[in-house]
């Protein structure tokens, strides 16, 4: 079946350390993957971080990166320097291209940076 | 834009009692999703609409759930005979489409927390 699986949580880095969150996928019932990385930040709603649709590109916003790889069926999300503001909840997210399929959420990865 | 509005945000019922939760999605998207988030089974599908038509409610518990999206601009979900484990957060996101191509991004509301004592 379709599925996400992501590194488990709590994750614990200190401020300016690098930061990377294992994200693989099982896409047996979907033709073109698309996928997403989401934030929950602590008292906000679930937002979008980023998205790439096309294998083989990378996506970035507010310095974290994924590149989609559809060799190894992944979709790792990494920063170089992380800031206390980036401690969140984190999950990784499949969907097709097929336009309004529901998206398929990992576990989600609890993220804590200490200053 | 005020983004995706749920309401109640939080809702406490006893067991049994009926349960109405709320979405307002953005305006001008064509399509609304509902999930549930526990922590013992994440985050899950329920149901999605797209120009107001059901299209999908295969993660619908098939007893005492029930989708609704009457109008553009809202949708609701009623759970009939609440039990506790029907205790959850509950998710609407919508959507509208990119391009010709590739997956609507989905927008999230901040969630109804249903507490059933």
């Known amino acids: 079946g379709d599925s996400v699986t992501q590194t488990e949580g709590p994750v614990t880095v200190s401020e300016s350390e690098s930061l990377i969150i294992n994200c693989t996928y099982s896409?047996?019932?979907?033709?073109?993957?698309?996928l997403f990385w989401y934030v929950r930040y602590p008292g906000e709603g679930l937002q979008l971080l980023l998205k790439v649709i096309t294998a083989g590109q990378k996506g970035s916003s507010r310095g974290f990166e994924a590149t989609y790889n559809k060799e190894t069926t992944s979709f790792h999300l990494q920063k170089a320097s992380v800031q206390e503001s980036d401690s969140a909840v984190y999950y990784c997210?499949?969907?097709?291209?097929?336009?309004?399929?529901?998206?398929?959420f990992g576990t989600g990865t609890t993220v804590s940076v200490s200053p | 834009n005020a983004g995706v509005i749920q309401t109640p945000r939080h809702k406490v019922t006893g067991k049994g009692q009926e349960a109405t939760l709320w979405c307002e999605p953005i305006s001008g998207h064509s399509a609304v999703f509902w999930y549930r988030q526990t922590i013992v089974q994440g985050l899950e599908f329920l149901t999605y609409f797209r120009n107001q038509a059901p299209i999908d409610d295969s993660g619908m518990p098939k007893e005492r759930f029930s989708a609704q999206m009457p109008n553009q601009s809202h949708s609701t979900l009623k759970i009939q005979s609440t039990q506790p484990q029907d205790s959850a957060v509950y998710l609407c996101?919508?959507?509208?489409?990119?391009?010709?191509?590739?997956?609507?991004?989905?927008?999230f509301g901040p969630g109804t927390r249903l507490l059933v004592l």
């Open positions: 997210a499949l969907g097709d291209d097929q336009g309004g399929r529901a998206l398929i």
């Open positions: 996101a919508s959507s509208s489409r990119q391009g010709r191509t590739g997956q609507d991004t989905q927008y």
């Open positions: 896409a047996t019932s979907i033709a073109y993957p698309n």
